[in-house]
């Protein structure tokens, strides 16, 4: 029977690593021994309180169109690299196939996974494909 240690809930999460440096850790460690908290409980809490606030200025429809401004620079920087290489233009299906496999995590290790909600993901695609709806071929 642990003495200091903190009784874990099985429940279903996602797992997530992450990755502390070593003094981080220990004091981490130490904090959650002499709280009676698990380390767990206390970076949850930390992120848990950090989403709140950030809720509020950047909604998921702010941060979905970040993503989408995000695609177009990568998107305009390949057409300026195959340019300035003269290579042929890229393929704007095939770059939204990779967009899409990266968004819905598809033929990955983590297909069940995914890093977005499904529904996000959707938005991210559809959004894409409106903006740049001149290079549909």
Same mark, same amino acid.
Not at 47 to 53: A, R
Not at 90 to 96: G, K
């Given at each position: 029977?642990?003495?200091? %240690? *903190? ?16 003094? =981080?850790?220990?004091?981490? =460690? ?5 709280? +009676?908290?698990? %380390? ?7 992120? +848990?309180?950090?989403?709140? /606030?950030?809720?509020? !200025? !950047? *909604? ?12 177009? /620079?990568?998107?305009? +920087? ?5 340019? =300035?290489?003269?290579?042929? $233009?890229? @393929? #704007?299906?095939? #770059?939204?196939? /990779?967009? $899409?496999? $990266?968004?819905?995590?598809? @033929? ?13 993901? $959707? ?15």
């Amino acid at each position: 029977m642990p003495l200091l %240690r *903190t009784k874990v809930r099985k429940r279903p999460r996602h797992t997530f690593i992450l990755k502390l440096p070593v003094e =981080s850790l220990r004091y981490l =460690s130490l904090y959650s021994m002499a709280k +009676g908290l698990s %380390r767990t409980k206390i970076i949850r809490d930390v992120i +848990g309180d950090w989403i709140d /606030e950030n809720k509020v !200025e !950047e *909604t998921e429809d702010v941060l979905i169109e970040q993503v989408v401004d995000r695609v177009d /620079e990568v998107w305009y +920087g390949l057409q300026k690299l195959a340019r =300035s290489c003269n290579e042929p $233009e890229p @393929d #704007f299906n095939a #770059f939204m196939d /990779e967009l $899409e496999a $990266e968004v819905k995590r598809k @033929d990955s290790r983590y297909a069940r996974k995914q890093k977005i909600d499904p529904e996000i993901a $959707e938005k991210i695609i559809d959004r894409v494909y409106e903006k740049n709806r001149e290079f549909l071929k």
